[in-house]
């Protein structure tokens, strides 16, 4: 296959070496240091476990009626 292949994708650049010649396993590290530094995944937001609210019952914090329920029902 050549470079003008249509069922070639293009690769993106992440970084190039300017200076010294770093050895294969020192490349892999530094690629993967990097690449550790991106976005992290969008993660949904997290919602108490069932656990959570098991131990707020043992801790008898259910929310209770009155001024500022609201703000203890929060957890």
Known sequence: MSATDPLVEPVE??????KGEPTPE????????????GPAAAAGPEKPSTRHWVRRQQLR??????PGAWKRSRG
Do not use: Q
């Open 13 to 18: 650049t992440l970084f190039s070496v300017t």
């Open 26 to 37: 020192e490349l892999a590290a530094l690629t993967a240091v990097v690449l550790s530094l």
């Open 61 to 66: 914090l259910a929310p209770t009626p009155g």
